[in-house]
């Protein structure tokens, strides 16, 4: 879509999210009820007993979308008030795809210690954090200081949403062209929070750390480098066995997989460096807005199947099939923390879906239309919190079911319902 388009779109409505009441207002006298006098029988039931915030208010449906601009999508630092659309528009995927209401908070500091004080003060409000866009290695002490802090449940959404949907994808990858996790040689190109997180998530998921090798910008990470941050430092110790410190096309060399989250541009990823790998090659070329490598280029060079984070090719990988699902399935049972079996059971119930319909080299992992597999994702992360006793709330799969798909649904059905009824408004094109 043209650019005149897209700000015409967005100034038309002024922005894309916004709070309706879902309590019933019939008169005046109603908000005696929901307001003064009446709102204070609630406050001194929860001064009573704080716990109960989740039965008398939204706390339990609620979540903060935290940035601080430092590194939006593929523009970088632009600050705290440029990124409000990303993240409003984060916010209506979370309604829409996840019936979770989220909140954007951008916040004008970019200091480590002030966005963890920040996002401390503002945790009664919230039944969860989501922090977005924040850049590396910063994001990383952030996530890690608040998930011990916070009696909520706080993750990163550019680590823990984009490990678990990659792994799904990869998952159904490896079922087609019928290679085993365990045996599967890996060259991560790029060593920021994606990446990072991607490859300690699929070691815990089978994978061999023996059999995988992680690139930044300066080379290999690896046991004789001195310049590696702590998170790289623990790659380096865990990944690389031979601590191989040769130039990447040495190192694809045979490879069965490559995932690269580095830099955007067509020609980043060589075609001669996908000539070098293993037969029936997967290629995950996520960079945006331009991939890597093209899709097509891969092919020609000898990828069977290549993933992307873009909608206009097949097989989208993209964190928005993750966080509304982990989230609707996180809030539903009142769960402390997201953990990284949380994450790995999102991941298989993802692949799973697209299993039942059929996966191929275009379709190896469900699109954002596909409202089942949120219902299937947020029941598998709802029930793994409840295993691993993380969950304030034991429910049985029948009525986390029944739970899901009514939150799910009644949000898409009230859009609808507003669309149809004209009080959001059609634009004029």
Known sequence: MERTKILNLHSFYNGKIEIIPKCSVKGIDDFSVWYTPGVAEPCKKIKNKRELVYKYTNKANSVAIISDGSRVLGLGNIGAEASLPVMEGKALLFKY???????????????????????????PSFGGINLEDIESPKCFSILERLRKECEIPVW???????????????????????KKREKVRILMLGAGAANIKITHLIIQAGFNADNIIVYDSKGSLNKNRNDLNSQK???????????????????ISGCDILIA???????VVKKEWIKRMAKDAIVFACANPIP?????DAKQAGARIVATGRSDF??????????????????????VVITDQMCIRASEAIANFA??????????????????????????VATQAIKEKVAKIKLSKNKLYE?????????????????KSGIIRNPRR
């Not at 890597?292 to 097509?296: F, S, V």
């Not at 299993?355 to 190896?364: C, F, P, T, V």
């Not at 739970?403 to 669309?419: E, F, G, N, P, W």
Request: negative net charge; contains cysteine; hydrophobic residues 40%.
């Open 403 to 419: 739970k899901v798909s009514y939150r799910i649904k009644r949000a898409q059905k009230q859009l609808k319902i507003l669309m």
């Open 314 to 335: 097949p097989n989208q990988v993209n964190n928005s099939l993750g966080f509304p699902a982990i989230f609707r399935g996180v809030l539903d049972v009142e769960a």
């Open 233 to 251: 430092k623990v790659l380096a110790n865990i990944t690389n066995p031979k601590n191989f410190t040769g130039d990447i096309k040495d190192a």
């Open 355 to 380: 299993q039942k319909k059929g996966i191929s080299e275009d379709y190896i992992i469900p699109a954002m239309d596909e409202t089942g597999v949120f219902i299937e994702e947020a029941v598998a």
């Open 292 to 296: 890597e490598i093209w899709p097509d």
């Open 261 to 267: 989250l580095s830099k955007s541009g067509g020609d």
């Open 156 to 178: 990163h959404d550019d680590q823990q949403g984009t490990a678990a949907v990659t792994l799904s994808a990869l998952l159904n990858a490896l079922k087609i062209v019928k």
């Open 97 to 123: 795809l996840g019936g979770v209401d989220a909140f954007p908070v951008c916040i004008n500091t970019q200091n480590t210690d002030d966005i963890i004080q920040c996002v401390k003060w503002i945790t």
